[in-house]
Nanobody
């Protein structure tokens, strides 16, 4: 069983930055495709970023492209989401997810999920 634990959320002013981490255990990290999703109150879970097994390829939706960067450290079993130029609409619970489909943007493509970390951006 794969275990994912997010950290790094918090309260930040609009225009600021946050760095989220996801610690992964239970399986060889370099064999797992990873992604970040987010869910705001009353809304569906939304794709934020994906990265392939090697870390060489990434994928973002237009809403975060150019502001967010996903990366991974396979030696440390850690997934990172660097978020810059944050906006009020980025406020949500952020989840890391793991699966076997590289660069997937659909929640059904991921088998493993963390518990989430709250990100609140004040305007």
């Amino acid at each position: 069983q794969v275990h994912l634990v997010e950290s790094g959320g918090g309260l930040v002013q609009a225009g600021g930055s946050l760095r989220l981490s996801c610690a992964v255990s239970g399986r060889t990290f370099s064999t797992i495709a990873m992604a970040w999703f987010r869910q705001a109150p009353g809304k569906e879970r939304e794709f934020v970023a994906a990265i392939d097994w090697s870390g060489s390829n990434t994928y973002y939706p237009g809403s975060v492209k150019g502001r967010f960067t996903i990366s991974r450290d396979n030696a440390k079993n850690t997934l990172i989401l660097q978020m810059n130029s944050l906006k009020a609409e980025d406020t949500a619970v952020y989840y890391c997810a793991g699966g076997s489909v590289g660069l997937g943007s659909n929640i059904y493509e991921y088998d493993f999920w963390g518990q989430g970390t709250q990100v609140t951006v004040s305007s």
